[in-house]
């Protein structure tokens, strides 16, 4: 008798028939319609290459693509895909870098901000004439509803700060918007000014029609800059905008012609495929790369330009990687082990290791970039030389002024004539100078402090352990990941307890304290405009949180001290544009210095490569109406000078 | 028939069922015991890339986004409110990508990355197998012992180095295949058009490559190995001392015998293609669920690193369980009881 209908051997050949058959592409068995007809040079179907500028996109793929809500609260890849440069526009815009008319712009604003003497009310007069991509006419009707809604939904990114600032708002006339503020505030319109990014206006005539406006994913956008939406990668590689019929009326028609026809923001992959991708003339402007891949590209692609001519290159953005401590450690806790610390790192030798020298050091607290130099580096120069701390009971004069030059001859021995001999050049390119390398006064300073040697190691004064793991960024930056393994040695060879403790994500440890030493940022600046309440708004001892608890914004260091205060408070009470904030500004450089609750190193530096095959008109140092590095909402001034070579 | 329900289905049901249930319980916790989370993954992010928040406004986003995120109450409560919308399907919405739902993001990035690496495993298994048999049962075959070098060579090198120097010698020095995605830039995927499978095709085959070439060298060794010591077995040279065709005792003596630990490991691999191959994908910018974790450990995203090894650990469990049941159909010497 039978058990089985089937053997074995027939069940597994029908299974693997069955499989089979099911595993074909449907697709394959009927006849399938052709992809229209496309020119090889056409980036997409209709779009001409040479009419499309390609960017990269650092935030990478899109996800979820077709989501263009930049109102919600939280990051997304999907605000730099052109949305925030293109699409988006904003009441006022401050440049990093010298700007097209200056570094301030009225964009969407008529004017800059009205303040009553108090700082209690801020008016603001809108531009006349502009109209978002659907015809629909930009006025107070939006700014109104923008705050409005933003103020009352929970779950927007701007809930808080409307919620906590904004009395409420009179619209006199179509034009006019009046802010009343809960509390006085000289830099409320901050929040409606570009750096990198700011509130951006939203539609009123299609949000008020949407009943959940955090699910809400505003596609396609309607558009108030010069370029709309064309087209998207449903997997996030690319993003297509094409220039607005009517781009006449928006805000930079009248700074001049917006030329470039189509612009496309992709996700090229990792460093050497963007070098690759830039040399087979597929990416017109990288937003980064490593030292090597921009070495590589000064070498073998002619086409390729940077921001500087010639070394070093990279843009330096407006934000100063440092080393920071957290000020409430033991042994930390002294200004004495702090500078100690900083005068055991050698400024040349983390260069290199970062940048392979293409960097833009700073001895100050603030970054050597866009007009920085002029408000902040150039004037403390003379008093940076004459700068003394106590070492051993004798002054001691701790800053470097050669250290730039220092960099550039180490640079030169494996660069060659890459880089630039010129001292002037140097300077303006590298930097000034730094601390002194000096491990006999940084030994000296932790024996006034107290710090005792056992073993070869430091350790505090009750001879419990000194250890200072230094966090730092892993994969997500290897160019700091490299300058914190150098400090790291630097640190070792003074004898420091110290490792290396490379993160992917760093920065919500050192929001809550939980690090002794990390290698990143807490200081960014408008970089075009010297007003330092952009990051100083942190630092005031009324928003200090200890460590355990998580810090309120970029004091994770947790460096308090009363004349901090003072100068915050001083800085609070003036306009924005006064000039005694760059006064106070001078003075908390000092303060920083004498205190050093961070030790700061050097810009951050982006490699930002513009190709010339196709385009020109990409912003420089001999240039610089903004800053290149595409992910800023900035960047929408670079679409006014750049042209096609076509055209 | 009721004797192999009792004494084999059910155990294996409770035995995969409980593999599931503290994978997923260990997935829940694991995240949660980082030293970071999700919206301060967020805020973090927005401050450090300068956006102009007052600390007023930063209080109230963190707060915001830990009720949004249903990151508010005991990590108990949180545990079973997550069980509760597994049950009901829901892996939640995605904590990096707020609100699209996790299920929909792993739904989109799922295909390309099946599509891509089960062909790739099932041709560098069968060819792994074929040429380890091969090699063990005629070494004294020259062609075999380069094979045997070259898949040891590139065994021992790491996938991404191989990814990269494919890349750089096919797309650069010698351009005939394209440097990134699963299609060209420009292009909208169109199921229904060949030119665009085609064009898929194309794009597929340095990414394929790298896991055939990979994959090749860990199946051949293991394969060697297991019929090097098969080849003394007493019923091997029985069969050459009677006669038999060297093809068939390789065939059917030999590679037969040898399969099922191969198996039970290709439908291993097989579970967890799933969680996709992640340097590869990045490497390649191939949009599949390896690029979706990498972006999620990231940026926290605990939902999303929770769906990817859900499914990850379910396909594993699946392919385990299937295979144990299937073991029969494969070698007649095994029985359920």
């Known amino acids: 008798m039978k058990n089985h209908t089937l053997s074995r051997r027939q069940f597994l050949k029908a299974s693997a028939a069955f499989t089979a058959a099911a595993a074909l592409p449907e697709q394959l068995a009927k006849p399938a319609p052709r992809v229209a007809g496309r020119l090889w040079q056409e980036i997409a179907p209709g779009v001409p290459r040479e009419e499309c500028l390609i960017l990269e996109n650092p935030s990478g793929s899109v996800l979820p693509a077709g989501d263009f809500n930049r109102w919600r609260a939280g990051y997304g890849a999907f605000w730099v895909c052109g949305l925030q440069q293109l699409a988006l526009d904003a009441l006022w815009y401050i440049d990093p870098d010298a700007g097209i008319n200056g570094v301030w712009d009225n964009a969407l604003a008529a004017e800059p901000p009205i303040y009553n003497e108090d700082f209690t009310q801020m008016t603001v007069k809108l531009r006349e004439g502009i109209y978002w991509s659907d015809g629909v006419e930009f006025t107070a009707d939006d700014l109104y509803y923008t705050v409005e809604l933003l103020k009352n939904t929970p779950g927007m990114g701007s809930q808080g700060l409307f919620e906590s600032n904004v009395d409420h708002m009179e619209q006199p006339d179509k034009y006019t918007v009046i802010f009343y503020l809960k509390k006085p505030n000289s830099r409320f319109h901050a929040v409606f000014t570009v750096r990198w990014g700011a509130v951006y206006m939203m539609p009123k005539h299609i949000f008020e029609k949407v009943e959940d406006p955090i699910a809400f994913t505003f596609n396609p956008p309607v558009s108030l800059g010069a370029y709309k939406l064309r087209d998207y990668d449903p997997n996030g590689k690319w993003v297509l905008w094409e220039r607005r019929e009517d781009w006449q009326r928006t805000s930079v028609a009248r700074l001049g012609e917006v030329s470039v026809k189509y612009v496309m923001y992709i996700d090229p992959g990792p460093s050497d495929k963007r070098v690759l991708a830039q040399m087979a003339h597929e990416l017109d402007v990288i937003h980064d790369i490593t030292p090597e891949g921009r070495i590589t590209l000064a070498r073998q692609s002619p086409s390729s330009v940077g921001w500087f001519p010639s070394f070093p290159w990279a843009h330096p953005d407006p934000t100063l990687p440092a080393v920071i401590y957290n000020n409430e450690k033991p042994g930390l806790d002294k200004r004495e082990v702090r500078w100690a610390l900083t005068l055991a790192i050698d400024i040349v030798q983390v260069a290199l290791a970062s940048y392979r020298g293409a960097a833009t050091i700073s001895a100050i607290h603030v970054p050597p970039t866009g007009m920085y130099p002029q408000y902040y580096h150039e004037p403390l120069e003379p008093w940076l030389n004459d700068f003394t701390i106590k070492v051993g009971g004798e002054d001691y004069k701790p800053y470097d002024p050669t250290a730039a030059q220092r960099i550039a001859d180490e640079a030169r021995k494996s660069l060659g004539d890459l880089v630039p001999t010129d001292p002037e050049i140097l300077k303006k390119y590298i930097g000034a100078g730094w601390w002194k390398h000096d491990l006999a006064a940084a030994e000296q300073l932790m024996l006034d402090a107290g710090m005792r040697k056992k073993n070869g190691k430091w350790v505090l004064p009750d001879g419990s352990d000194f250890k200072v793991p230094l966090l730092s960024m892993s994969e997500s930056n290897p160019t700091m990941n490299r300058a914190a393994a150098m400090v790291v040695e630097n640190w070792a060879e003074f004898g420091i307890d110290t490792t290396l403790d490379a993160q992917a994500n760093p920065w919500p440890i050192m929001g809550s304290g939980e690090y002794t030493a990390s290698l990143a940022w807490t200081i960014e600046t408008w970089g075009g405009h010297p007003d330092l309440f952009f990051f100083l708004q942190y630092w005031h001892s009324r928003v200090y949180r200890p460590s355990g608890e998580v810090s309120v914004g970029s004091n994770s260091m947790r460096w308090k001290h009363p004349e901090l205060d003072r100068i915050i408070e001083e800085i609070e009470k003036i306009h924005f544009d006064d000039p005694r904030g760059i006064e106070l500004g001078l003075e908390f450089c000092k303060l920083a210095v004498q205190e050093m609750p961070i030790t700061p190193l050097m810009a951050y530096n982006v490699f930002t490569t513009m190709d010339t095959t196709y385009f020109t008109g990409y912003p420089s140092i001999d240039d610089p109406y903004t800053n290149p590095v595409p992910n800023w909402g900035n960047t929408k001034y670079m679409f006014v000078k750049i042209k096609p070579k076509s055209s | ?337």
Do not use: C
């Not at chain 2, 070494?139 to 590139?154: D, M, R």
């Not at chain 2, 990814?163 to 797309?171: D, G, M, R, T």
């Open chain 2, 1 to 337: 028939m009721r004797k192999f329900v009792l004494r084999y289905l059910i155990p294996r049901i409770i035995q995969y069922l409980t593999l599931i249930f503290v994978g997923i319980t260990l997935t829940y916790i694991i995240p949660r015991l980082a030293p970071t989370n999700p919206v301060e993954a967020q805020v973090s992010m927005m401050i450090a890339r300068g956006s102009s928040l007052d600390p007023d406004a930063i209080e109230a986003m963190r707060a915001a986004l830990t009720e949004l995120y249903g990151l508010s109450g005991s990590p108990v409560e949180q545990y079973f409110a997550f069980w509760s919308r597994l049950f009901r399907g829901d892996l939640g919405p995605s904590l990096g990508n707020f609100p699209t739902p996790v299920s929909e993001m792993i739904g989109q990035a799922l295909p390309y990355t099946l599509r891509l690496l089960i062909p790739a495993l099932i041709i560098s298994w069968i060819f792994g197998n074929f040429f380890g048999a091969l090699s063990s049962y005629y070494p004294e075959n020259k062609a075999l012992n380069v094979v045997e070098v070259l898949g040891q060579v590139v065994r021992s090198i790491p996938y991404y180095i191989v990814a990269i120097v494919l890349l750089v010698v096919f797309s650069y020095f010698i351009p005939i295949f394209p440097f990134s995605g699963a299609y060209p830039i420009g292009t909208r995927p169109d199921w229904s058009s060949l030119d665009f499978i085609l064009t898929y095709l194309e794009h597929s085959v340095l990414p394929a490559a790298t896991l055939i070439l990979v994959g090749f060298g860990g199946w051949f060794v293991g394969m060697k190995s297991l019929t090097s010591n098969i080849i003394s077995e007493d019923y091997v040279v029985y069969a050459e001392i009677v006669g038999l065709k060297k093809r068939n005792i390789l065939v059917q003596y030999i590679m037969r015998t040898a399969m099922l630990p191969q198996l039970t490991a290709l439908a291993m691999s097989l579970g967890t293609v799933f969680s996709g191959a992640l340097i590869m994908e990045v490497v390649f910018g191939y949009p599949g669920v390896g690029s979706l974790a990498i972006r999620a450990v990231y940026s926290n995203d605990y939902s999303m690193i929770m769906g990817i090894t859900i499914y990850s650990i379910i396909g594993v469990a699946t392919a385990v369980f299937l295979i144990d049941l299937l073991y029969p159909l494969f070698d007649p010497r095994v029985r359920y009881q």
